[in-house]
């Protein structure tokens, strides 16, 4: 039997190479063989470190929500008390404020597959959920006094706009886009206070 270390090692090293694949060729243009090939591994090595075809799309989108619930957990706790939902939002539409373009393609590439895969539907709809329970609880410390039901409708709308603006970085002008993405969600987060 491996040792658990080499065995997570191994098993990181096969979801990186697969998250490359996503990223360049979709969920279902992924093969175990060019997983393999990526990897540099025989193709029954992906089954014995992380499973069959499908458990190993269900380990990428735990890993892909992982890290980005992670980031953004890294972000809130960066930020400054002062102008702190300004900086918020500054960030979340930041170009690819803490995605690298390959977690942008894999985490549509993932989205897109969920339509036909109810698991991987339901923890991306899990993710999806906790991201903009963090997105409220900010607008909560910003507009106190606002409803819960608006503050969650509006950190919806944030939540679109950002998701909206990553998906459409590939097109470019993303000097123009970004910054009026971002001042539009200032001007939506307003409204909490009227």
């Known amino acids: 039997m491996a040792r658990p270390r080499v065995t997570e090692a191994r098993r990181e090293e096969i979801l990186e190479a697969f998250a490359r694949c996503v ?37 990428l989108a735990e890993r892909f929500c992982r890290q980005s619930l992670a980031e953004m957990a890294e972000l809130v706790a960066a930020l400054p008390e002062k ?42 709809r899990a993710w999806y959920d906790a991201f903009e329970k963090i997105v409220t609880e900010e607008l909560g410390r910003a507009y106190p006094k606002a409803k819960r039901g608006a503050r969650a409708e509006v950190a ?27 001042r539009a969600a200032l001007r939506l987060a307003a409204t909490l206070g009227d």
């Open 83 to 124: 102008k702190r939902l300004e900086t918020f939002i500054a960030a979340l539409f930041a170009p690819g404020y803490a995605s690298s373009g390959e977690d942008l393609q894999v985490g549509a590439a993932l989205v897109n597959a969920a339509e036909s895969r109810a698991e991987l539907r339901e923890r991306l």
């Open 23 to 59: 990223a360049r060729d979709g969920v279902e243009g992924a093969s175990l063989q060019k997983v393999a090939d990526e990897a540099g591994l025989a193709r029954a090595l992906l089954r014995h470190h992380v499973g069959n075809r499908e458990e190993l799309i269900l380990a």
């Open 156 to 182: 919806s709308g944030i939540v679109g706009m950002a998701f909206s603006a990553d998906s459409l970085t590939p097109l470019g002008d993303g000097k123009a886009l970004f910054p009026r993405s971002q």
